[in-house]
């Protein structure tokens, strides 16, 4: 049984062209400081998930999809749907298609489901994707505009603006040696940003209570974003939705300057069978609902909705405040 606490509940064209536009200053300088204008960026709100379409399909399945409607059996499919009535850049957590998204599968499943909102994606490998499921073989980057880390990562780590947000993508599938200089990108991309709240995604959560458990792979990457102020981290893997209270390097609660980890594998593929809330701060676990995650990010805050698909019936909203890194930096300099 999928335990499921639910809580109480708590922008268009030009937020989509703000999105876009901001990709293309990730390469360059960054200002030595932020003007007033920047400090009141108008909010941007987002959306994620990751572990999203089944095109493993059983004959059975694909008989009854053809006979219904495939959005009335595959979840990738109603996801979708939400996507489709919500207008916003789409932050996609890694596996976007099973069991490793080939060929066969790009215009029969993967361009049905979230293939259809490329424009908007912004995406990592996961599991299920790396060294196969990559920009050339299906049209589109991993990437909106196909700017990253050019030298290293084949594409796979980059950072791009976002209102007052610095939203930094990264990939936990690499080796280790991968891993390290991943890690060195990451720390000179944190040192260049101008924005003053920092959200961070990846595939393979460092905490979690699912069925995977935590991932340390991504730990040293944890560190540096916690030093530098991060305040919100996304991840997927295991198919389930989790909201942790904010969290330090160690696991422990840190209300003060703690990351808050959300892990959303909701985006419809099988929900998974196992996991249960009983990590430390784990505050909401639902294995239950598919669905996306919205999120409005304003200037030194943050609003959370979870949102599922029709028949579904998890339901999380809270509001948060960002570890603005640059106004703790000026007032220690004061």
């Given at each position: 049984m999928g335990l499921e606490k639910v809580v109480p509940r708590g922008l268009g064209r030009s937020l989509f062209i703000l999105f876009v536009s901001t990709v293309l200053w990730t390469t360059a300088?960054?200002?030595?400081?932020?003007?007033?204008?920047?400090?009141?960026?108008?909010?941007?709100t987002v959306y994620a998930a990751g572990d999203i379409a089944d095109?493993?399909?059983?004959?059975?399945?694909?008989?009854?999809?053809?006979?219904?409607?495939?959005?009335?059996?595959?979840?990738?499919?109603?996801?979708?749907n939400l996507l489709s009535h919500n207008a916003g850049p789409v932050l996609v957590l890694g596996d976007l298609a099973y069991p490793f998204a080939r060929q066969a599968d790009v215009?029969?499943?993967i361009e049905r489901t979230w293939g259809r909102f490329r424009n908007r994606i912004a995406r990592v490998p996961g599991n299920h994707d790396a060294g196969v499921f990559d920009g050339a073989r299906i049209g589109w980057s991993r990437h909106p505009e196909g700017e990253a880390?050019?030298?290293?990562?084949?594409?796979?780590?980059?950072?791009?603006?976002?209102?007052?947000?610095?939203?930094?993508?990264?990939?936990?599938?690499?080796a280790p040696l991968?891993?390290?200089?991943?890690?060195?990108?990451?720390?000179?991309?944190?040192?260049?940003?101008d924005e003053g709240c920092i959200l961070a995604y990846w595939h393979h959560p460092v905490f979690s209570s699912g069925r995977h458990g935590d991932s340390k792979s991504m730990a040293r990457a944890y560190r540096l974003l916690y030093e530098a102020g991060a305040s919100i981290l996304l991840a997927a893997h295991d198919h389930d939705y989790e909201r942790f209270a904010p969290l330090a390097p160690d696991g422990s609660v840190d209300r003060a300057r703690g990351i808050r980890n959300f892990i959303v594998g909701t985006g419809g593929h099988k929900l998974d069978k196992v996991g249960s809330e009983g990590r430390t701060g784990s505050e909401v676990f639902s294995n239950t609902s598919w669905g996306v995650l919205k999120l409005t990010l304003s200037d030194g805050r943050y609003e959370w909705e979870f949102i599922p698909v029709p028949g579904h019936s998890l339901r999380d909203s809270g509001t948060g405040r960002c570890v603005d890194r640059k106004r703790r930096t000026g007032a220690q300099r004061n």
């Open positions: 300088p960054a200002a030595s400081g932020a003007s007033a204008a920047e400090l009141d960026s108008p909010a941007v095109c493993n399909l059983s004959i059975l399945k694909r008989v009854l999809s053809w006979w219904r409607g495939a959005d009335q059996f595959i979840g990738g499919y109603q996801t979708a215009s029969n499943c880390n050019r030298a290293t990562h084949a594409r796979t780590s980059y950072s791009f603006a976002a209102g007052a947000w610095h939203i930094v993508a990264l990939d936990s599938t690499l991968g891993l390290r200089a991943q890690e060195a990108w990451l720390r000179a991309d944190l040192a260049s940003a």
